[in-house]
Nanobody, 121 residues
């Protein structure tokens, strides 16, 4: 089995910062991309940021210049540093990993349960 566990969410004032972490564990041969998505009430899930194993990154336009994604390949972890938070960043943030469980496995998507981020004064 594979588990993705997020941490670091919470309540923060507008303009504040939070750092999310996600740890992947279980039977994992290799992880290709890791990323963060978010889903606000009544809205579709959207990509926030993604990072490849080699370190290439891609961000949603709404978070460019404010959020930074990084990963530790040795620890199977991905992080999201969120700065200058806005009320519209309020959502459940979910960790995603595209990985192979065994050497000859195909890649599959795995998701965490999510961590709530609330930006409010």
């Amino acid at each position: 089995q594979v588990q993705l566990v997020e941490s670091g969410g919470g309540l923060v004032q507008p303009g504040g910062s939070l750092r999310l972490s996600c740890a992947a564990s279980g039977t994992i041969f290799s992880i290709d991309a890791m990323g963060w998505y978010r889903q606000a009430p009544g809205k579709q899930r959207e990509l926030v940021a993604v990072i490849t194993r080699g370190g290439s990154t891609n961000y949603a336009d709404s978070v460019k210049g404010r959020f930074i994604i990084s990963r530790d390949n040795a620890k199977n972890m991905v992080y999201l540093q969120m700065n200058s938070l806005k009320r519209e960043d309020t959502a459940v943030y979910l960790c995603n990993a595209v990985l192979r469980r065994w050497r000859w496995d195909s890649t599959n998507d795995y998701w965490g349960q999510g961590t709530q981020v609330a930006v409010s004064s």
